[in-house]
């Protein structure tokens, strides 16, 4: 029982710890969770990690080319029920906003090219994806792969803004893109 009750407690330290990061000395809060999203304040963003590769429907893909602009990446797989369940809803919303500077990206992990091909095409995705099967983009944001469906909002510089692990619906994901988006870029 003593093994519990030092686990709970390291559990509690590592949790205050982790949130405290998160405020700034005048208690104001700097990484906030909204709606299920984590949003940061533009002073607390981080820089996203380097993304390039193979799209789906071939050709080749790199992060950079999109500078300036707000990026949603989408970490999915065909196999994923919640991915499914959120298809429509990040099309909707990427119709919604991509005339205010927002682009989309879909990665595909652990899948097969035909299965996420088909994902695709039955879903109506008109975004690009990349193809990334051993998930290792996935892992440089720090989603695991069992976190899957996870989506990553990027500020016009590149920088980590918003963080939803799990599925997302239009009508929550759609305000914090536009919020983003209305920025002034720093």
């Known amino acids: 029982m003593n093994a519990r009750r030092w686990t709970a407690a390291l559990l509690v330290t590592v949790a205050t710890v982790a949130l405290a990061g ?13 709606d299920g999203f984590l949003e940061c304040a533009p002073d607390q963003r981080g820089t996203a990690p380097k993304v390039s590769g193979e799209l789906l429907d071939g050709g080749g893909y790199d992060l950079s080319q999109d ?17 499914r369940a959120e298809a429509d809803d990040l099309e909707n919303t990427y119709q919604a906003t991509k005339g205010s500077g927002v682009t989309f990206l879909g990665i595909n992990v652990s899948d097969s090219r035909d299965k996420a091909i088909a994902f695709e095409k039955n879903f109506g995705v008109t975004y690009p994806s990349l193809f990334d ?6 892992l440089d944001f720090e989603i695991a792969p069992n976190a899957i469906p996870a989506t990553v909002v990027l500020d016009r510089e ?7 692990r799990g599925a997302v619906i239009q009508d929550a994901l759609q305000p914090v893109v536009e919020r983003i988006a209305a920025e002034d870029s720093r």
């Open 22 to 34: 998160c405020t700034a000395e005048n208690g104001e809060q700097r990484c906030a969770t909204r």
């Open 67 to 83: 500078r300036g602009k707000v990026v949603v990446i989408n970490f999915w797989g065909s196999w994923c029920n919640p991915c």
């Open 133 to 138: 099967p051993p998930g290792r983009t996935a």
């Open 158 to 164: 590149g920088r980590i803004a918003v963080l939803r």
